[in-house]
């Protein structure tokens, strides 16, 4: 039989075992689920104007979404925007289906939210390129990652108007860079070009 102490011992190394176990699970929950802590901010062209959101995330997990002061048509939005939110917070998920009756909102809102989560989710390393139309043309950047933030934004193409594009293509790169974030003011008389940067940056960080 075995004695005491070795009985005690057997069960610590399986209490050991149990608590390993425990946290390679939570650790394995945490990493797919690949949501960073935070408030994030997203928006989209919906039936009336853009619709913004602020989105929760807390415990790696979908906790609250706030949609900020619309311009989407009163009586059909509103319910329609509850009902959204409600839906996603018990899926955990942006992909939900839109309520008949207000597309335009819904998708916008849907829209909003999906692109607060990849904010959500973090930047991985590598070199990316992404395209946007520009007051000109297509407008092409090169988006570096690095340590899992935005080390670099470079415009490699473009068809803009000198001298008056000239401060976009400067400015908007570097806020970027800043703020770790394609969202970042549009320079005064070059909104435009502005956009087109933000949106290509956006499609280089996203676009599979």
């Known amino acids: 039989m075995l004695s005491m102490q070795m009985r005690r011992n057997i069960s610590l190394v399986l209490f050991i075992a149990l608590l390993v176990v425990t946290g390679v699970v939570w650790s ?4 797919e689920a690949g949501l960073k802590d935070g ?5 989209a062209q919906g039936f009336g104007g853009q619709v913004e959101v602020d989105v929760t ?6 906790a609250k979404i706030e949609v900020r002061p619309h311009l989407e048509t009163p009586g059909i939005a509103d319910p329609a925007i509850a009902t959204l939110v409600e839906q996603m917070l018990s899926a955990q998920d942006a992909n939900v289906d839109v309520v008949s009756g207000a ?14 989560l990849r904010k959500a989710e973090g930047f991985k390393d590598g070199v990316y390129t992404g395209s946007a139309q520009g007051f000109g043309g297509t407008l092409t950047v090169e988006v570096t990652v690095a340590g899992g933030a935005i080390a670099k934004v470079a415009v490699l193409e473009n068809s803009e108007t000198p001298f008056i594009a000239e401060q976009a293509l ?5 806020a970027i860079v800043a703020q770790q974030s394609w969202e970042v003011e549009a320079v005064s008389g070059a909104t435009v070009t502005s956009k087109a940067i933000m949106a290509a940056v956006e499609a280089a960080l996203f676009t599979e």
């Not at 394995?28 to 990493?31: D, F």
């Not at 995330?57 to 979908?62: E, N, Q, Y």
């Not at 597309?103 to 607060?116: C, P, R």
């Open 57 to 62: 995330i807390s415990g790696g997990k979908l």
């Open 170 to 174: 400067k400015e908007v790169p570097e």
């Open 28 to 31: 394995m929950g945490s990493s």
């Open 39 to 43: 408030v994030y901010f997203g928006s």
């Open 103 to 116: 597309t335009y909102t819904s998708k916008a809102l849907i829209a909003a939210v999906q692109q607060a």
